[in-house]
């Protein structure tokens, strides 16, 4: 079935905009100009996935996330300006699965709600299967990862990731000590034939390593190999 995507942005252009190149990739998109007009039809005829920008009149998209997860498990991507790290912090604490910085690449988003829609598409495959094997949880010395609840810990400290972050560590976890290319993480985190600049690899990486050594100043696990990629080591 065709998925529907809910668009809540009081920027008009990156409403139609966006919502012209979801329909040209065959999603169905739903526009609201802002969180108090979208939150009581979000609840009554859920969309598959909606996109909010945060800095919003009358109800804003942190607000509209709070209420929403008083009734709905809705994935949701946040739009941010580059300086809302706070912002995207409390976000996903709240329960976003992904947050985009404007100015954005139209492919990006699409890119980052097919990951999602996919995550979303399996945890119910698993659910809906009796006699089909949950995802194992994945212990790499102080790291566990549980696929099917999409939780990472380290020193059983909770981390919280985006659906693509987890994706890619998962990619670097699966086999400790052995290199992956960006091209490798890029297939991993996104799986279109959607060009993805090399740099919003380096991106999540370093995002990875910062929310790491929030809870753990002294994360070294993820290392660079210049000209190469990226290893994970499960002594780090």
């Known amino acids: 079935m065709t998925a529907t ?6 920027d008009r252009n990156i409403l139609h905009s966006l919502s012209i190149a979801l329909q040209a990739e065959g999603f169905v998109t739903r526009l609201y100009s802002d969180g108090e007009a979208a939150l009581r039809p979000l609840i009554d005829n859920p969309p598959d996935l909606a996109v909010f920008d945060i800095k919003m ?15 709905s498990q809705l994935p949701v991507i946040f739009l941010t300006s580059k300086d809302d790290e706070i912002d995207e ?4 604490a709240m329960g976003a699965d992904d947050y985009i910085a404007k100015p954005f690449s139209q492919r990006l988003v699409i890119a980052r709600i097919r990951a999602i829609l996919r995550r979303v598409e399996l945890n119910k495959s698993i659910a809906d299967a009796d006699d ?24 059983g400290k909770d981390v919280t990731l985006t659906v693509t972050e987890f994706l890619i560590l998962e990619t670097l976890a699966a086999r400790p000590g ?12 996104y799986q279109d034939d959607v060009y993805i600049d090399d740099r919003t690899i380096d991106s999540h990486i370093k995002r990875l390593r910062r929310k790491f050594r929030e809870v753990d100043p002294d994360f070294d696990a993820i290392a660079t190999l210049y000209g190469a990629g990226y290893r994970f080591s499960d002594d780090g």
Do not use: C, F, Y
């Open 89 to 92: 912090a409390l976000g996903l």
């Open 178 to 189: 052995i290199v992956r290319s960006r091209n490798q993480l890029m297939d991993a985190a």
């Open 132 to 155: 089909e094997p949950v995802a194992e949880p994945i212990t790499r010395g102080r790291l566990q990862m549980d696929p099917a609840r999409h939780k990472v810990s380290w020193d």
């Open 5 to 10: 995507i809910a668009l809540v942005d009081d």
């Open 57 to 71: 009149p009358r109800m804003d998209g942190l607000e509209l996330l709070r209420r929403l997860r008083e009734k």
